[in-house]
């Protein structure tokens, strides 16, 4: 059986674990009322004739299915990107109530938040603390971002999983909207302090939601449309000062591609030493299951490249030449597969300006684009591989132009 539970080895981590002083300060022990009701207790599994009949007609439809399936190319349907399996996004679902396993061990107790309970972490992950709390020296003062920075890159990668560092990511947002809202409550206008009285006037709060006041707490997350108003003020002040951009840039990465990358997934997730060839050759499953693993230093990685691209387009003999990249406006998003994607604005100074008017700018625009973009239908060595990477490919599910709804 797959994932098969071993009450054992369960029973004896917790019995390791109640006896840390982590454990001990929380008052928890092991009840053992549970082993005592269920060790004794049996049941007769009876297997019904209902169950030993075979339809023929089924035998018969799955026949047909597995041969419909044997002209499958598994390799068609193999993104450059693995899927992701674990969001923070829930399914809609009308019932919650009849989903999930409830209980209530802090009843009847005060419930603490965990921007204050200072265990938290230690408490909910203890494969990856096994009981002990975090040590920090003396008169070191440390954010909690600064400590979630250090244990996400650290080389023990228990850090990097999924459920940590989502968990990782909502302590933090939790924090930010906390020190934002404590914030935006201290600034007043006209030297006067908020009142109570003005928080219960429904007036008062919708001239705050009129005037955008009411959502500047909210730019400190990188989702909320008080991000983007401010990111998009930015840009309007970039596009003032130098002008239309000249060229629009987008990268997308391509993890299962990197044979680099996957050598260090390697190294980092299961202690082997791989050679290039090796991780060029390797299944596309256990890529995927390797970059599934360590989210993080994907990442870090695609960031490393993204780096070298901007100084090989800065550098005198980089793409531009004749044409100085001036300033860039880049902005990263993570698409729904969980692979950064980055979109970006560059000004490269001397450039042509196009203008309608002027029949020359057309002119020296056309040379312009010439200068930088070619396409070539000779054979050359890289010609397969570079066509395979500018090939758009989508699922069969998705079509252009349909309209929905």
């Not at 440390?142 to 080389?155: P, Q």
């Not at 909210?218 to 003032?240: G, H, I, Q, T, V």
């Not at 100084?311 to 950064?340: C, H, M, N, T, W």
């Not at 060595?381 to 709804?405: A, D, M, P, V």
Request: charged share 30%; with cysteine.
């Amino acid at each position: 059986m797959y994932e098969t539970i071993r009450p054992k080895v369960v029973h004896t981590a917790v019995k390791y674990l109640v006896e840390q002083e982590l454990y001990k300060g929380e008052g928890i022990i092991i009840s053992d009322d549970w082993l005592n009701e269920y060790s004794n207790e049996r049941e007769n599994f009876i297997v019904k004739d209902e169950d030993k009949k075979i339809d023929a007609n089924e035998i018969m439809k799955k026949s047909e299915f597995d041969d419909n399936d044997a002209n499958w190319n598994e390799s068609d349907d193999k993104p450059i990107n693995p899927v992701a399996t674990e969001t923070l996004l829930n399914d809609e679902i009308e019932d919650q109530n009849d989903i999930g396993i409830k209980f209530a061990p802090a009843e009847n107790n005060r419930p603490i938040s965990i921007l204050m309970d200072m265990k938290v972490d230690e408490l909910t992950f203890p494969k990856i603390y096994c009981g002990k709390q975090r040590k920090i020296k003396e008169n070191v003062k440390l954010t909690y971002a600064k400590i979630a920075k250090s244990e996400l890159r650290m080389f023990d990668r228990r850090c990097g999983r999924i459920s940590k560092l989502f968990f990782t990511y909502k302590k933090l947002q939790m924090r930010k909207f906390s020190d934002a809202i404590s914030i935006t409550l201290r600034k007043t206008k006209n030297t006067k302090n908020v009142t109570v009285a003005q928080m219960l006037n429904r007036d008062y709060v919708n001239g705050l939601i009129h005037n955008d006041d009411a959502f500047t707490f909210l730019r400190c997350d990188r989702s909320s449309p008080a991000f983007w108003e401010l990111k998009k003020k930015e840009l309007m002040a970039m596009n003032r000062q130098l002008g239309c951009a000249t060229i629009f840039l987008t990268l997308s990465a391509a993890e299962t591609k990197w044979s680099e990358l996957i050598v260090i997934l390697a190294n980092v997730l299961e202690n082997k030493v791989i050679t290039l060839e090796e991780a060029e050759n390797m299944s596309y499953e256990k890529k995927c299951d390797l970059i599934r693993k360590d989210p993080v230093t994907c990442v870090r990685y695609f960031e490393h490249r993204v780096k070298c691209l901007w100084e090989i387009l800065s550098a005198p003999s980089g793409p531009f030449q004749g044409y100085e990249l001036e300033d860039k406006y880049v902005r990263i998003e993570f698409q729904a597969r969980g692979s950064p994607h980055v979109h970006a604005l560059i000004w490269l100074k001397n450039a042509p300006k196009y203008d309608k008017n002027k029949p020359e700018s057309i002119k020296e625009c056309i040379e312009f684009i010439d200068k930088l973009i070619s396409v070539s239908s000779k054979p050359t060595q890289f010609s397969e591989e570079l066509i395979s990477l500018q090939r758009h490919k989508h699922s069969h599910t998705y079509h252009i132009g349909r309209n929905i709804g």
